[in-house]
């Protein structure tokens, strides 16, 4: 996984590239939360990543259930093809995560 983080004012984004997987979690929890920490509104921006597996799709639920509860806005950018259909065989529509 590549990541790039962007912050402005209240705001952060976190732009994921590349495949994101188990071995990514930790890292991307701890940014996830240092977001959530320091800013009013974040965005994920996976258009980049070309497969994830069910870890992040759960580590993305928690950060939006993590967001709701902190009146914080979290937004999912629209993912790829790939990702989305597999985010689809979970159960799950891609833009339910960040609705919940």
Not at 51 to 77: F, G, N, P, W, Y
Not at 80 to 96: E, M, S, T, Y
């Amino acid at each position: 996984m590549q990541m790039t983080i962007e912050k402005n004012n209240e705001s952060c984004t976190l732009k994921l590239e590349d495949k994101l997987s188990i071995y990514d979690v930790t890292q991307l929890h701890h940014e996830l939360l240092s977001a959530l920490e320091t800013s009013s509104s974040v965005t994920v921006d996976w258009s980049s990543a070309v497969s994830c597996d069910s870890s992040i799709v759960q580590l993305l639920l928690a950060a939006a259930k993590t967001a709701q509860a902190r009146h914080i806005h979290l937004e999912l950018t629209e993912p790829g093809q790939d990702i989305a259909g597999f985010v689809n065989k979970l159960g799950f529509n891609w833009q339910d995560i960040t609705q919940n």
